[in-house]
């Protein structure tokens, strides 16, 4: 009487269920998957490729330039201090591919998400279907992204940029939704007044109107992926949390702490000028 009844537990039934499913899917689907993984491969590789080119000291010199106009002169030569420290500890290579993986991620986030965001604010039954998508992506432990990019990509870098993006896109999406809905009402209806159009009021009035908070979304959209990197690792994507994953195994701290660190580095430089942009639209909007 205290023990659930064993004739009731049909989790084996389920679990057998599902991985039926997924075989269907993973058989049926093929090419679909296929050109998925030959499209994000084609953006991935040539860009990867390009940062690994361009040489050290005139990316370093890029950085500091971007981060100097985005933050300011100081942070221009800690985000120069940053890079240089990680080229030092021999991750040079090692960030141009994690950059790589989390920027390629982040824009099939700003592809995906920013259609999205902009349907859910103008039907109201479509944010509702979609805001407890959204919540689910957002409840979900980050590893369970893995199983399925791994059944359906298989080990390497497309299912780490997959991964990646389904963690990462659920704020930009919202932010975007958020920063429409939430345009100068008496901008959007002088707009109306003047006889604009549905999609003129869109791309003339309530997408600039919305471009601060639709930033501070890519912000964190950016964020998000970055906080894959360790993850995106398990399964076969070599970035900086793989010298991380080796330091676990292995037990050598020093190979864990380095990597960590640079991931710490490369984390505030991305934030920082990503913010800094953000912050300069919204003092633009606002004179």
């Excluded at 960030?95 to 390629?104: D, K, N």
């Excluded at 990197?229 to 292995?250: F, P, Y």
């Excluded at 050598?252 to 953000?278: C, H, K, N, P, Y």
């Amino acid at each position: 009487m205290l023990d659930f009844p064993k004739e009731w537990d049909f989790g084996w039934e389920v679990i057998k269920f599902i991985d039926g499913v997924v075989e269907w899917v993973v058989v049926n689907w093929d090419p679909f998957f296929s050109a998925i993984n030959s499209g994000v491969l084609h953006i991935l590789l040539p860009f990867e490729r390009f940062l690994l080119l361009i040489p050290w000291w005139v990316f370093i010199i890029l950085i500091g330039f971007i981060a100097w106009r985005a933050a300011g002169w100081k942070f221009g030569i800690i985000a120069v201090s940053f890079l240089i420290a990680m080229s030092f500890l021999g991750l040079y290579d090692l960030t141009m591919s994690t950059l790589a993986i989390v920027l390629t991620a982040s824009l099939i986030c700003v592809i995906l998400g920013l259609p999205l965001g902009i349907a859910a604010a103008r039907n109201n039954r479509f944010d509702e279907l979609l805001r407890p998508v959204l919540d689910g992506m957002q409840t979900l432990p980050s590893f369970v992204y893995l199983i399925p990019a791994l059944m359906l990509f298989g080990l390497g870098k497309t299912p780490a940029v997959m991964a990646t993006t389904i963690y990462a896109i659920p704020p930009i999406i919202r932010l975007t939704n958020l920063g429409i809905r939430q345009a100068d009402a008496a901008v959007v209806e002088a707009g109306r007044a003047f006889g604009a159009t549905a999609s003129q009021l869109l791309r003339k009035i309530q997408i600039p109107l919305a471009m601060p908070t639709i930033l501070a979304g890519l912000n964190q959209t950016i964020m998000m992926a970055l906080a894959m990197v360790v993850i995106a690792s398990m399964i076969g994507a070599k970035t900086l949390g793989t010298e991380v994953l080796n330091g676990i195994a292995r037990l050598e701290v020093g190979r864990g702490f380095t990597g960590g660190i640079s991931i710490v580095f490369t984390a505030i430089i991305l934030d920082r000028i990503s913010q800094g942009f953000a912050k300069k639209e919204r003092r633009v909007m606002t004179r």
